[in-house]
């Protein structure tokens, strides 16, 4: 069965840092673009960034412009959403996925894993 398994979120403070990251089992990262979603209970799932499959170039949505950063390691068939100035509203289950390119939403991306929970609390 092909899915992701994503690692690095926890307990950090508002105004702090997290990296995660996202590797897959049984495919190869490289034939693909990945999104870094996010869901808390009760709500639709939310992409937050995507890092296209031909050139590498991310896509951020609003609410985390500027404080997240989103990279892709080829060689080490991993993904990797670095988090700057995290704030409470930030605090959900983040997962990551793969299409074809960076235009669909949470319906057309597949492979999804178990996620990694991040709570930003002092």
């Known amino acids: 069965q092909f899915q992701f398994a994503e690692s690095g979120g926890g307990l950090v403070q508002p105004g702090g840092s997290l990296t995660l990251s996202c590797t897959p089992s049984g495919f190869n990262l490289h034939y693909y673009s990945i999104g870094w979603f996010r869901q808390v209970p009760g709500k639709e799932r939310e992409r937050v960034s995507c890092i296209n499959r031909r050139d590498g170039a991310p896509i951020y949505d609003d609410p985390v412009k500027g404080r997240f950063f989103i990279s892709r390691d080829n060689a080490r068939n991993t993904a990797y959403l670095q988090m700057n100035s995290l704030k409470p509203e930030d605090t959900a289950t983040y997962y990551c996925?793969?299409?074809?390119?960076?235009?669909?939403?949470?319906?057309?991306?597949?492979?999804w894993g178990p996620g990694t929970q991040v709570i930003v609390s002092s």
């Open positions: 996925a793969v299409d074809v390119d960076c235009t669909g939403d949470s319906s057309t991306f597949t492979y």
